[in-house]
């Protein structure tokens, strides 16, 4: 089993920084990839980022050049740095760890909102 703890959100006004970490327990193998979703009011849960154990990353397009993941292999740690943020990135912010043939972990998810 993977417990995903996910902390880090809060209240910014639109241009500010935010960083979100995720700490998992238990076993994460080197093949889980890691990353962040997030989701809006209203609508679907959507992908935001990927990260490998070997750092190769995948972003959405509505994210690239504002949004970094990062992982800390050791700690089981991934973390989310979003920068220069928009009124439209408010939204539930999950992690996932997904692993091939034990599928996907969610953590519970943390509000980040953004003020214009």
């Known amino acids: 089993q993977v417990q995903l703890v996910e902390s880090g959100g809060g209240l910014v006004q639109a241009g500010g920084s935010l960083r979100l970490s995720c700490a998992a327990s238990?076993?994460?193998?080197?093949?889980?990839?890691m990353g962040w979703y997030r989701q809006a009011p209203g609508k679907q849960r959507e992908l935001v980022g990927t990260?490998?154990?070997?750092?190769?990353?995948n972003y959405a397009d509505s994210v690239k050049g504002r949004f970094t993941i990062s992982r800390d292999n050791a700690k089981n740690t991934v973390y989310l740095q979003m920068n220069n943020l928009k009124p439209e990135d408010t939204a539930v912010y999950y992690c996932?760890?997904?692993?091939?043939?034990?599928?996907?972990?969610w953590g519970q998810g943390t509000q980040v909102t953004v003020s214009s």
């Open positions: 996932n760890v997904f692993h091939a043939w034990r599928g996907n972990y």
């Open positions: 990260i490998t154990s070997g750092g190769s990353t």
């Open positions: 238990g076993t994460i193998f080197s093949s889980d990839v």
